[in-house]
């Protein structure tokens, strides 16, 4: 039943068990709950459930309901499946009419409904668990986390459930663990320090999932984006723009609508005409392109523009700067010929290494390919995903890395490496995406003169780094726990006069930073040098300079790291050498 060699597959069978042990656990404290389903997922597991609307648990009757958990796991010896008829199923559900759509389902798709059973407890699965879980679960091992509503398969018009969310691991160290890391992404809460360190703000006037950016978060995003140009002007890579709303025509050839079309937002004009607000910037380059006929002397074509993309998300996925309705791309296409394609994938590929490289991140590939099984899911043909896939292999192959290959996680137009990377919690992030699409051209006709003076079908290759530049701001923020290097910190030195007749002096060691374009403050404020020094630290701003009497008397200034503590007295001069520095190599 479970895949002993892989361990991945025994604790996903383990976490799975437990989504049963749970049902079971609150079928004996609410026997008027209907369960419907309880999958194994990262890190853990959950059940959703219908209660009586005055028999709802609550975050405090978590406890009762894993120590449940935790009293029943020992007569939990065997987990045994069988296969029954449709009946037999029917009437043991009789009363669940989630259970009941689920068999339905099952027998149209002419499957076999089977049963587990464990205990007391037996319900509707296909498999996947432990086969004697009292020996091969620790009861120390898991332990239920929250509860959350969710919508029974999902779809807003049906009822609202009550999902338990779980956390198990294969022992009590592992899950220990986890809970510390929990801890530290609490305290590294991006919605939290973004407020603390003033980078960004919502308003109920503006909108959800509508971030205001202050003057600090300004600058941290055209940091970020200044670092992504530079990096693309060594490539050749041009500046275009696009406007922000589109005619649905456009959607409508690229293929967007058909499966976006519920996603967007929509604007009807006085003269009836349908608009959307774009979602995303392919289609707009691809007529940037199609401008004129382009000989095969001018390709690559390689387009950029950081631009603005809008998504209608519902309100309950909205999650500070990691959902948002509008959402800051910094989008790129390449329009080239075949032969080009690797050599253009792989100068993406060092864009992404060199950027990424800059923050501490150590990136794995990750192949996102089609499911050959539901061809209907995409568009073009077989034959042209197979050939696009290969080239993806064929880069991996000669950038010398291994990469996971993950069927159907493509976009619906092409396949794409997605690099992986992990915070400093040990936390994986999907962030920078190359991606191959010989499916747009063919749609939008297209191609270039060639050799032969014969018209000759393109490629078109997307390129993001950032992706998002609010989702990838909240990975950074919490990564750094607001701790910025100094090359990225929208401040970077606080200037702290110990008193009043330091002031003049800090004025102009402050006037001479700025004049070397070094974010600096001056605090000058009536507040006493102690508490100047504590709002520094707040503030997690890199350096303090410190100016008093000794400082004066020597013509040099204190210098204090926020990460290594003081430093010493230097000249002015030897920190803005210092600084220059650690900038230029974004330490």
């Not at 010896?77 to 029954?84: H, P, T």
């Amino acid at each position: 039943m479970n895949n002993q060699t892989n361990p991945d597959s025994i604790l996903s069978s383990k976490r799975h068990t437990l989504a049963h042990l749970l049902a079971a656990a609150v079928l004996e404290l609410y026997p008027e709950a209907k369960p419907t389903i309880g999958p194994a997922v990262d890190n853990g597991f959950y059940y959703d459930f219908e209660f009586p609307a005055d028999k709802r648990p609550t975050d405090s009757d978590l406890k009762d309901i894993e120590k449940k958990m935790r009293k029943l796991l020992p007569s939990w010896k065997e987990m045994s499946g069988k296969e029954v008829t449709e009946k037999e199923a029917r009437d043991l559900f009789a009363g669940n009419p989630y259970k009941l759509e689920l068999i339905n389902e099952i027998i149209s798709k002419k499957e076999p409904v089977t049963l587990y059973t464990a205990g007391k407890f037996a319900d509707l699965c296909r498999g996947g668990h432990m086969e004697s879980p009292a020996k091969e679960i620790a009861a120390d091992s898991f332990k239920l986390s929250r509860l959350a509503g969710a919508y029974w398969r999902g779809e807003e018009k049906n009822i609202m459930l009550t999902r338990i969310y779980g956390l198990a691991f294969n022992d009590k160290t592992e899950l220990d663990a986890y809970l510390t890391q929990l801890e530290e992404a609490a305290k590294r809460d991006h919605k939290k320090l973004g407020k603390e360190l003033d980078l960004f703000t919502f308003s109920e006037l503006v909108g959800s999932g509508l971030p205001l950016w202050t003057p600090n978060g300004m600058i941290m995003r055209e940091i970020l984006d200044g670092f992504v140009w530079e990096l693309r002007a060594k490539y050749g890579y041009q500046k275009v723009e696009i406007p922000h709303i589109t005619k649905k025509d456009l959607y409508e050839k690229s293929g967007h609508w058909d499966k976006f079309k519920d996603e967007l937002f929509k604007i009807t004009t006085r003269e009836g005409h349908v608009f959307a607000m774009k979602p995303m910037n392919c289609p707009h380059h691809t007529q940037i392109y199609d401008r004129k006929q382009h000989s095969y002397k001018e390709l690559p074509q390689r387009y950029a523009n950081t631009t603005m993309v809008y998504r209608d998300e519902q309100s309950g996925e909205l999650a500070g700067l990691s959902r948002v309705r509008c959402i800051t791309q910094d989008d790129a296409h390449v329009f080239c010929r075949h032969g080009q394609v690797k050599e253009e994938m792989l100068k993406v590929w060092d864009i992404i290494t060199s950027f990424y490289n800059a923050v501490g991140f150590t990136l794995t590939p990750r192949l996102s390919l089609h499911d050959p099984e539901h061809m209907e899911k995409y568009l073009g043909t077989e034959k042209v995903w197979l050939e696009a896939e290969q080239s993806l292999r064929e880069m991996t192959v000669e950038k010398g890395v291994t990469a996971i290959e993950a069927k159907g996680e493509a976009a619906f137009y092409g396949p794409k490496v997605d690099f992986m990377a992990k915070d400093s919690l040990g936390r994986e992030w999907q962030v920078a995406t190359i991606q191959l699409d010989m499916n747009l051209p063919e749609r939008f006709d297209l191609s270039c003169i060639n050799e032969k003076s014969e018209k000759e079908r393109i490629v078109m290759i997307h390129a993001a780094i950032m992706g998002s530049i609010e989702r990838y701001m909240s990975i950074l923020i919490e990564h750094y726990g607001g701790n910025f290097p100094l090359w990225l910190a929208p401040v970077q030195v606080k200037v702290i006069p110990v008193g009043e007749a330091h002031i003049e002096a800090a004025k102009k060691v402050h006037e001479s930073l700025r004049g070397a374009f070094v974010r600096s403050e001056l605090d000058d404020s009536d507040h006493g040098f102690g508490k100047k020094i504590r709002n520094a630290k707040t503030a997690r701003i890199p350096y303090t300079i410190i100016i008093g009497d000794k400082d004066l008397a020597a013509g040099k200034v204190t210098l204090e790291s926020r990460d290594k503590g003081q430093i010493g007295q230097l000249t002015t001069e030897e920190i803005l050498r210092k600084f220059v520095e650690e900038i230029k190599e974004r330490k």
